[in-house]
Structure formats: C-alpha cells, structure tokens
C-alpha cells in the first residue's frame, strides 16, 4: 500500500489491522473525502444537501453564530428524529439537563437546538448551568450524596468511573445508536469509552486533544529572524518543535516588538480551573514522561504510586516557574479560558496549547483578529524522555519523543438511570441526546464556536470544511493537528478511574502554590504525590489498580 494513502486512512481513523486486513478501506476512504478519494462514496444527495445548507448558517466569516441560527440549525436536523418519535408523543413530560455555560457556549447553543424539538415533541426542558471550575464540585456532590437531580447530563469520559460504575446511567437503546451512526466515531473514542461494563452509556459530541497552535506572522518575520541570529542562535527562525526550544523561544521574544507591539511566546495557564487546568501542566509533561514502551503515565499501574513526582513531571512544574517572567505581566492569575479567548485569540502570544476551540473561534466569532495567521501542530515533543521503568532519561534512536495530550476525551451526553422507570421519560430523555449527537448537526458543532471538536472519521472531509469558508491550507492543518494527535502510537490517553477529578483538583490547589513561589518545584510535585496517595487509599487501591489497568489495556 502506497504511505500516502496509507496515512489517509490512518487520519479517518482507521486501525493498522483493519487497513491491513482490508475491512476498513471502504469506509475509512469514504471519511477521507476532500482528499481526492471521497468521491467514490460521497453520501446521499440528500444528507449532502442538509449539510451543505446548515453550514451556511450563518456561513465562516460572516460573525458569530446566534441563538436564532442555533435554532435553525436545530430544526434542519430534525429529520432523524422524526423517524423514530412521533409529533407530540412526549407531551407532558419534563426534563432537567445539567451542563456548562463556559465561554457562552454548551448549555447556551443546546438550548438553541433543543427549541425545535421541544416544539415537535411536546417535552420540557430545565436547564442547570454551571461555569467550568463549579462544574466538577457539582457533578461530584451528587454522587458522593446520589442525589442526582438531572435527567440528562454534559459530561466528560474521565467522569465514567465514578457515574457509570456507580449505575447512575441508563443504558443506551439500539434504536440511539442507529440514529447517532455510533460506528463514525474515530477509533480513540470507540468503546472502552463510553461504556463500562460492556454497556453503551454515552452520546459523543466531542473529541479531545491538546494540539499546539502558533502564530505564522511571527515565525516567518524576517525582523525577528534577524534578531534571532544576532542573538546568538544557530537554528533558523521558525516554529518551535520540542518544548526546550518553546522555553528558548519564549524567553528571546521578551523584549522583541513585532509590527510595532510587544510580542510574547508561550501563554501558560497556571490559574486553578476547577480541576482542568491540571492538562495543562499534562500537555507540558506528556512528552517528558509518556515513554514509547510504557503505557501509563499517571500512575504505576501495578501500585498505583503516582508518577507524577517524577524528573519529568518536575521537569514540566520547573518549565512553567521558569517561562513565567518572560510570558506577559500577571500571567500567574491566567486560567485557561484567558489564555485561549482574552489573550492568544486577541493577539497576544505567539505559542499556545489548547483544545481544538481555538482553531474554530478563530475564524468564526467576533474577537478573533488572528483567523488568518494561525499554524496548528501536535503538541511539542522533547529531546528526552524519562523511563519509569529505569529511572533514567533516554533519548530515542528515531529523535524527540512526541506524545500528543488527548485531554478529557471528549464531552458527552449521558442519560440517568433515574429515568428508567418510566418509558416515556426514558425515550424523551434519549431521544433528546440524539439529536444533540447527530451525524449532521455534530458537523455544524465542530466548525463554529461550540465548545466540541472533531470526533468522527465523517469531520476529515476537507472539502466540506472549504465550502463552509474555510480555507484549504488552514483546514488541513487543523484537521491533521487533530487526528494525528488522536492516532499517534504514543498518544497519552486518559484514564477512565473513579476520582480522577478529585485527583487533578488536589493537584491544581498545590501547583498554584508552586507556581506562586511558595515551593520548589520538587516540594510542589511531593505534595502532589503524596494527596494522590492519600485519595486512591481512600477510594481502594487494590481496585483503583484494577480500573487503572483496564483502562490501559493492560491485563
């Protein structure tokens, strides 16, 4: 098989042993379209048509999308639904959805696509919503207590282990997974995630990775490469590609002008954020401790110590204490949702990692003055790698080790068990989530402002994406960014352990101490360590290293 398709398929998300048994071709070509291939299993006229006519709501470029475009989209896609409820058939029944509001995003735009199908159906929604630093408090609180109070929840996989495994979810109907097509999920976000048990328990909406954004302008800027060389460096201007040349790059450009304004390198987000600012001290870290010949990263799969004071995590702790004088005044009190919507997308700082938002927003809301001038990479690797196993660093034979951060693993929609007893509940409360993860709107979600990114081998469809209003070159490198991270053999993937939040939380409450200058880098990671410690005894070690195992793919 030639490498250049080879790769094609890889990037629809098809395995190595499907490609070579031949059982994906088909389908994985047909998930490459825009690539040259896609037209020998371009879908129906019809679903083309559908697709083509909400992507122009309100069209790439032409500002951000409003409620009343939500809601239109909502109503377009409709279809699906209507061919397996009846108009009216949930009058009288009400449920509650629980989800964030965060950037005004979420919660904001399911209400917007939910409208049309209240109005077809019969049901009622009421809406919970939760900024995302309450949000973990909240969905931890009703299972400690298990007072759930919500029929349908947003919620992320790494939150499976304690609400799954706890038999709070109710168990998706065949009937839903014909409707979403659940085999278009990429291959990452295919069962174990998602399920537990064996179970199917999740609509997906969403996938997750930390990729590296950076700034074109900048590193193609004669001025600065000039001023690079006559700093004394060697290699040319250009893109950082490990996370020691991101260090030296940040703190050259302190200083620097660039037409006329300050520039700056890479944004951190050393702010507490309600447990999700720990990726961003992981996206720093995976390539120093995620080691080619070792799955597990977090913990030692057999004892469970954490790993997580190790040289390489200290290593990424120090990173951060050191870039911070050389980032932008008072980057201590950034959180993630500054350095991503107050700061890059506004034009300051040249080097962010961050979910996939930062490539939709960019050309699709009011506040970008970036959407042009944006370069999209899998996160930075590094000239080393710490080995666990040997407690020593190692530099690989085939160059920097990378290993792409795929944080959270995705957004998705659960239904409660405490829907179960009652039929008509059950089926509005499913059927909701449906339409939310439709094959079609999910096209919609991950090319404007939504909070939800790529997730199905159907999104690598460049040419979609350019009749949308993107363009080609700015697609395809958000596209590979994205995929590349999600089949990289290295990839970090998250585990799916009860407490997992509970963890990060501990962690987040230490490093903004660390990073504050109150520890050593090697204090901060101890202390970290030692409440992880404290956390899996309290939740049972002996099965904490049972789940952390199985969601290795470790036996």
């Known amino acids: 098989m030639r490498v250049g398709l080879y790769e094609k398929l890889v990037r629809a998300g098809a395995t190595r042993r499907e490609i070579l048994k031949g059982a994906a071709s088909m389908a994985a070509i047909a998930a490459a379209s825009g690539t040259g291939l896609g037209a020998l299993t371009r879908p129906a006229s019809a679903a083309s048509e559908l697709r083509t006519k909400i992507l122009q709501i309100p069209g790439v470029g032409k500002g951000q999308p409003t409620d009343s475009d939500f809601q239109k989209v909502g109503e377009i896609c409709l279809e699906a639904t209507k061919a397996n409820v009846k108009q009216g058939e949930f009058a009288g029944v009400e449920l509650t959805f629980m989800g964030l509001n965060n950037q005004n995003l979420h919660n904001v735009l399911f209400r917007g696509f939910l409208k049309p199908w209240e109005t077809y159906t019969g049901a009622k929604i009421n809406w919970i919503d939760l900024a995302q630093a309450d949000y973990n408090a909240r969905l931890q609180q009703s299972i400690a207590t298990g007072t759930v109070d919500f029929d349908i929840a947003e919620m992320g996989a790494p939150f499976e282990g304690d609400v799954c495994g706890k038999g709070l979810t109710s168990e998706m109907p065949d009937w839903v997974k014909k409707q979403i097509d659940i085999d278009d999920y990429v291959s990452y976000l295919k069962p174990p995630v998602g399920t537990w048990d064996g179970k199917q328990y999740r609509v997906t909406i969403d996938g997750d990775t930390h990729s590296f954004n950076y700034r074109t302008d900048v590193f193609s800027d004669p001025e600065l490469a000039k001023a690079w060389k006559a700093a004394g460096n060697t290699t040319d201007w250009g893109q950082p590609r490990t996370w020691q040349q991101v260090q030296v790059v940040t703190k050259f450009l302190k200083g620097q002008k660039f037409k006329g304004q300050d520039v700056f390198g890479y944004l951190d987000a050393p702010k507490a954020w309600g447990g999700f600012g720990f990726y961003f001290l992981g996206s720093r870290a995976t390539a120093y401790v995620k080691h080619p010949n070792d ?73 970008s ?164 410690e404290k956390l899996t005894d309290q939740i049972g070690r002996e099965k904490q290293i049972k789940l952390y195992k199985a969601s290795l793919g470790i036996s």
């Open 295 to 367: 799955k597990a990263w977090l913990f030692d799969p057999d004892t469970m110590k954490p790993r997580v004071n190790n040289p390489g995590w200290v290593r990424a702790i120090q990173d951060v204490i050191d870039a911070l004088p050389f980032e932008p005044a008072d980057q201590i009190n950034a959180d993630p949702n500054t350095t991503g919507f107050q700061q890059f997308l506004a034009g300051t700082g040249s080097l962010l990692s961050w979910w996939g938002d930062i490539g939709q927003v960019a050309n699709t809301s009011d506040t």
């Open 369 to 532: 003055v970036i959407g042009d001038v944006i370069g999209f990479d899998i996160l930075p690797g590094s000239d080393d790698v710490y080995n666990s196993k040997t407690g020593k660093w190692e530099k690989l034979a085939s160059g920097p080790n990378f290993a792409p951060n795929c944080a959270y693993l995705g957004w998705g929609v659960y239904v409660m068990a405490r829907v179960d007893s009652d039929e008509k509940k059950k089926k509005a409360a499913w059927s909701a989530a449906a339409h939310l993860g439709g094959k079609d709107l999910s096209l919609w979600t991950v090319m404007y402002p939504s909070g939800f990114q790529v997730h199905r081998k159907s999104h690598y469809d460049i040419a979609e994406w350019v009749a949308a209003g993107y363009k080609q070159d700015y697609i395809k490198s958000y596209l590979d960014s994205e995929f590349n991270s999600y089949n990289h053999p290295n990839a970090a993937i998250e585990p799916r352990i009860p407490g997992i939040f509970q963890y990060y939380s501990a962690a987040e409450d230490i490093l903004a101490n660390t990073f504050a200058g109150k520890m050593k880098a090697q204090e901060g990671a101890d202390a970290i360590a030692a409440a992880w």
